[in-house]
């Protein structure tokens, strides 16, 4: 998306290639647009390093290195190391939940979220007004809630995820039926949490972005929303508008590539390059011609992955070990072994050549032993030794959110394993474990009442504040946020493993 004012332009996550092992490619096509031209501004907006925002190859060939960047305040500093690499000399350092006024009297905010959750170790949201006007780009960003944003007065337009944007339940090896279940149960999810940060916000008009990708690889073909599965986790723009209609929403406005949304107080108007209802009534159309059209690119990368010479299991010890003698927090949590089964072809199908174990308590990388895992996933020795090769140090900003791989796993799901593969550098590790153990302290010091229960004020999960998300039916609160799940007589989460929660039946008077 780009942001034109008087006192400037703002460019906002320019993503065209494709992300996660060429699995993903932005949907609608956006790669025919003239770039040269939208490249051409004042400011550059990068939410976070996650490959569907953060376009390497894009954002070095047509985006103006003259533009300032306006950057997150993140813990760490790989957002702007990796910006300078690719050319860009000035920054903005916002400080975040700020409002800082830039020349001509534009003014931004960009709240950062730095939990192991959020995004690459952080996800942001901009918040931007001019003359009067303003809009807030909350982007696949998480926050607790919207506060902060409606302090600073009402705010016109409001960009948002919808669809979803993760591997679950796709990848894990269930029954067919299971799998519907679960996807359905998350496509209401995602809707829901659209909703509720909608009706925080009231903004005049809302606008649906940030998803859903397209898959063109026919491998991942089927993960597109055009076979009419209900248990499919990423719905379009015309679903989402559907979908808010039943909840009374009509204040939708769909973006296509090349669309211009005019902007005033009190007004808003929009022409689109092409009908956009007859688009998405051709919407498979669209992506068969995109499919071929990019069946090169795909081919390409492909090429690119191989690397049968090197030892993976001696450079997954080598990286891995060390930083499991450091874990606490997330070796604890992971709380048994992983295994990774490689096989010769670029996903999970085809013959297991290796089988590795990622041993959290005995803190050890080494050959499966023939033993219970709490977690596998099978997957190409291809695209580890590729990871290995690039010397990736975020396995799920790359190997998990490609979808080239089945899972399967002891119980419930495990945050712990996926924030551990999101840390494979000492700087993201030390972060991690220190935020985890601040976290602790802190969601052990308040109570709040629910019904009859007194339970502690902040969620186990991402510290929700329960007195604004925590329900209580009968015996088992549920966390609003992101749909958790607690058993309060004994406190025991019912969704993931850990994350006790404190409760006690309050006493009647
Ligand atoms: S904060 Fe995620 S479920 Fe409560």
Same mark, same amino acid.
């Given at each position: 998306?780009?942001?034109?004012?008087?006192?400037?332009?703002?460019?906002?996550?320019?993503?065209?290639?494709?992300?996660?092992?060429?699995?993903?490619?932005?949907?609608?096509?956006?790669?025919?647009?003239?770039?040269?031209?939208?490249?051409?501004?004042?400011?550059?907006?990068?939410?976070?390093?996650?490959?569907?925002?953060?376009?390497?190859?894009?954002?070095?060939?047509?985006?103006?290195?003259?533009?300032?960047?306006?950057?997150?305040?993140?813990?760490?500093?790989?957002?702007?190391?990796?910006?300078?690499?690719?050319?860009?000399?000035?920054?903005?350092?916002?400080?975040?939940?700020?409002?800082?006024?830039?020349?001509?009297?534009?003014?931004?905010?960009?709240?950062?979220?730095?939990?192991?959750?959020?995004?690459?170790?952080?996800?942001?949201?901009?918040?931007?007004?001019?003359?009067?006007?303003?809009?807030?780009?909350?982007?696949?960003?998480?926050?607790?809630?919207?506060?902060?944003?409606?302090?600073?007065?009402?705010?016109?337009?409001?960009?948002?995820?919808?669809?979803?944007?993760?591997?679950?339940?796709?990848?894990?090896?269930?029954?067919?039926?299971?799998?519907?279940?679960?996807?359905?149960?998350?496509?209401?999810?995602?809707?829901?949490?659209?909703?509720?940060?909608?009706?925080?916000?009231?903004?005049?008009?809302?606008?649906?972005?940030?998803?859903?990708?397209?898959?063109?690889?026919?491998?991942?073909?089927?993960?597109?929303?055009?076979?009419?599965?209900?248990?499919?986790?990423?719905?379009?723009?015309?679903?989402?508008?559907?979908?808010?209609?039943?909840?009374?929403?009509?204040?939708?406005?769909?973006?296509?590539?090349?669309?211009?949304?005019?902007?005033?107080?009190?007004?808003?108007?929009?022409?689109?390059?092409?009908?956009?209802?007859?688009?998405?009534?051709?919407?498979?159309?669209?992506?068969?011609?995109? *499919?071929?059209?990019? @069946?090169?690119?795909?081919?390409? !990368?492909?090429?690119?992955?191989?690397?049968? /010479?090197?030892? &993976? #299991? +001696?450079?997954?010890?080598?990286?891995?070990?060390?930083?499991?003698?450091?874990?606490?927090?997330?070796?604890?949590?992971?709380?048994?072994?992983?295994?990774?089964?490689?096989?010769?072809?670029?996903?999970?199908?085809?013959?297991?050549?290796?089988?590795?174990?990622?041993?959290?308590?005995?803190?050890?990388?080494?050959?499966?032993?023939?033993?219970?895992?709490?977690?596998?996933?099978?997957?190409?020795?291809?695209?580890?030794?590729?990871?290995?090769?690039?010397?990736?140090?975020?396995?799920?900003?790359?190997?998990?959110?490609?979808?080239?791989?089945?899972?399967?796993?002891?119980?419930?799901?495990?945050?712990?394993?996926?924030?551990?593969?999101?840390?494979?550098?000492?700087? *993201?590790?030390?972060? @991690?474990?220190?935020?985890?153990? !601040?976290?602790?302290?802190?969601?052990?010091? /308040?109570?709040? &009442? #629910? +019904?009859?229960?007194?339970?502690?004020?902040?969620?186990?999960?991402?510290?929700?504040?329960?007195?604004?998300?925590?329900?209580?039916?009968?015996?088992?609160?549920?966390?609003?946020?992101?749909?958790?799940?607690?058993?309060?007589?004994?406190?025991?989460?019912?969704?993931?493993?850990?994350?006790?929660?404190?409760?006690?039946?309050?006493?009647?008077?």
């Amino acid at each position: 998306m780009r942001i034109d004012t008087a006192a400037g332009s703002i460019l906002c996550d320019p993503w065209v290639n494709p992300a996660y092992f060429g699995s993903w490619f932005p949907f609608p096509d956006n790669s025919l647009l003239d770039w040269e031209t939208l490249g051409d501004v004042d400011y550059l907006y990068v939410s976070h390093l996650h490959r569907d925002h953060f376009d390497a190859e894009h954002l070095k060939h047509f985006i103006s290195k003259k533009a300032t960047v306006l950057l997150p305040e993140y813990p760490t500093s790989q957002l702007e190391d990796e910006l300078r690499e690719l050319g860009f000399t000035s920054f903005f350092k916002t400080k975040s939940d700020e409002v800082h006024e830039l020349d001509g009297g534009l003014k931004i905010m960009i709240q950062a979220l730095i939990s192991p959750t959020d995004g690459p170790i952080g996800d942001s949201s901009l918040w931007v007004e001019h003359d009067g006007v303003r809009m807030l780009n909350q982007n696949d960003a998480r926050p607790t809630d919207l506060t902060r944003f409606n302090e600073l007065g009402h705010v016109h337009a409001h960009m948002l995820q919808f669809s979803g944007a993760i591997w679950y339940p796709m990848v894990y090896e269930l029954p067919d039926a299971a799998k519907t279940a679960f996807g359905k149960q998350k496509r209401d999810r995602q809707f829901d949490r659209t909703w509720r940060y909608i009706d925080d916000l009231k903004a005049d008009h809302v606008f649906p972005i940030a998803g859903p990708p397209c898959f063109l690889d026919d491998s991942l073909w089927k993960f597109n929303d055009i076979f009419g599965d209900e248990g499919n986790i990423f719905p379009d723009q015309s679903v989402f508008i559907s979908e808010y209609a039943k909840v009374g929403g009509t204040n939708g406005v769909v973006l296509l590539p090349g669309s211009v949304s005019e902007l005033s107080e009190s007004s808003i108007s929009t022409t689109h390059p092409t009908d956009v209802d007859e688009f998405f009534a051709n919407k498979q159309a669209h992506l068969e011609e995109m *499919r071929e059209r990019k @069946a090169p690119v795909i081919a390409a !990368e492909k090429a690119s992955w191989r690397h049968p /010479e090197i030892d &993976v #299991l +001696g450079a997954m010890k080598k990286r891995i070990e060390p930083l499991l003698e450091e874990s606490i927090y997330m070796a604890q949590g992971v709380g048994g072994p992983v295994r990774f089964d490689l096989t010769d072809s670029f996903g999970p199908d085809g013959n297991v050549v290796e089988s590795i174990v990622v041993d959290f308590p005995g803190k050890q990388v080494r050959p499966y032993a023939d033993e219970k895992v709490r977690y596998r996933f099978k997957t190409g020795r291809a695209l580890i030794e590729h990871l290995i090769h690039i010397d990736e140090g975020d396995w799920v900003n790359s190997l998990f959110l490609s979808c080239r791989f089945s899972a399967a796993r002891i119980g419930q799901y495990n945050e712990y394993v996926y924030a551990f593969f999101k840390c494979l550098s000492e700087e *993201r590790l030390q972060y @991690a474990e220190g935020w985890y153990d !601040e976290h602790e302290k802190a969601v052990e010091a /308040e109570d709040t &009442v #629910l +019904g009859d229960w007194t339970v502690q004020r902040r969620c186990p999960h991402l510290k929700a504040d329960l007195s604004r998300f925590g329900i209580v039916d009968g015996n088992v609160l549920t966390c609003q946020l992101h749909g958790w799940k607690f058993d309060l007589p004994s406190g025991r989460c019912l969704t993931s493993v850990g994350h006790k929660i404190r409760a006690e039946k309050t006493e009647k008077a």
